[in-house]
């Protein structure tokens, strides 16, 4: 059974930074794909970022492209996700998931199967 716990949310200035981290346990798809998620209230949870498990493909959403890294490290099962030049708009609750098939194409469908961590809050103040 795949575990996941976020840690290293918090509070930021616009354009501060912050990292997160998502140790994950029982995940041994090394074809799969770790991401991370946020949700705003009154919004719907949307995708971030994703890593390809077996290598270092990336994708990022328009949003956050060119200010978050994510990066992973399979040797100590932990995925991480660097967050420059904050921005009031990335205040959600942000979660780390891992994706239970083959591969980050569609990572944020509705259709794609997840194990999810239980979130970690980001908020940014300007």
């Known amino acids: 059974q795949v575990q996941l716990v976020e840690s290293g949310g918090g509070s930021a200035q616009a354009g501060g930074s912050l990292r997160l981290s998502c140790a994950a346990s029982g995940y041994t798809y090394n074809s799969g794909c770790m991401a991370w998620f946020r949700q705003a209230p009154g919004k719907n949870r949307e995708g971030v970022a994703a890593?390809?498990?077996?290598?270092?493909?990336?994708t990022y959403s328009t949003s956050v492209k060119g200010r978050f890294t994510i990066s992973q490290d399979n040797a100590m099962n932990t995925l991480y996700l660097q967050m420059n030049n904050l921005k009031p708009e990335d205040t959600a609750m942000y979660y780390c998931?891992?994706?239970?098939?083959?591969?980050?194409?569609?990572?944020?469908?509705?259709?794609?199967?997840?194990?999810w961590g239980q979130g970690t809050q980001v908020t940014v103040s300007s």
């Open positions: 890593i390809y498990r077996g290598g270092t493909s990336t």
């Open positions: 998931a891992a994706l239970l098939s083959t591969g980050c194409s569609g990572y944020a469908l509705v259709s794609r199967r997840r194990s």
